[in-house]
C-alpha cells in the first residue's frame, strides 16, 4: 500500500520562502509520476506542479517560476519549493502519485487522476 505523508505548511511573510514535503512509503517513486495540488473550500482542485518519471517537469501559470518541484529518489521524498509567496498561494496543499514504470502522465500530470493522494498540509495566508 503506497502512502503519501506531506508536511512543511507554516506562516511567512508575504514574498517569503516556504518548503513542503511529501514522503512516501510502500514503494519506490522513482517509477511513478507525481504532483502537487491545492485546493480552497468549496473550489476544485487545482495541479499546481508535476513531474515525471524522467525527472521532467510542468507549473501551471499560476506558480511558474515562483515554485520549483523536485523529488529526492534516495529519501523517498517529493519536494515544493516556493519562493515569493503571496496572498492567493494560500491553500491546502496535497501531494499526489500514480505508477507509470517506464512510461509518462503526460498531459494529465496536472489532471486529478492519480492513484494515491496524502491528507494535505496548510499553507496559510502570508502576513
Known amino acids: 500500500q503506497v502512502q503519501l505523508q506531506e508536511s512543511g505548511g507554516a506562516s511567512v511573510q508575504a514574498g517569503g520562502s516556504l518548503r513542503l514535503s511529501c514522503a512516501v512509503s510502500?514503494?519506490?517513486?522513482?517509477?511513478?509520476?507525481m504532483a502537487w495540488f491545492r485546493q480552497t473550500p468549496g473550489k476544485a482542485r487545482e495541479g499546481v506542479a508535476g513531474?515525471?518519471?524522467?525527472?521532467?517537469?510542468k507549473y501551471a501559470d499560476s506558480v511558474k517560476g515562483r515554485f520549483t518541484i523536485s523529488q529526492d529518489d534516495a529519501r523517498n521524498t517529493l519536494h515544493l519549493q516556493m519562493d515569493n509567496l503571496q496572498s492567493e498561494d494560500t491553500d491546502m496543499y496535497y501531494c499526489?502519485?500514480?505508477?507509470?514504470?517506464?512510461?509518462?502522465?503526460?498531459?494529465?500530470?496536472?489532471?486529478?487522476?492519480?492513484?494515491?493522494w496524502g491528507q494535505g498540509t496548510q499553507v496559510p495566508s502570508p502576513h
Open positions: 510502500g514503494h519506490f517513486i522513482a517509477s511513478y509520476c
Open positions: 513531474i515525471e518519471s524522467d525527472g521532467s517537469t
Open positions: 499526489a502519485a500514480s505508477f507509470v514504470g517506464a512510461g509518462y502522465c503526460g498531459t494529465r500530470i496536472l489532471g486529478p487522476d492519480y492513484n494515491y
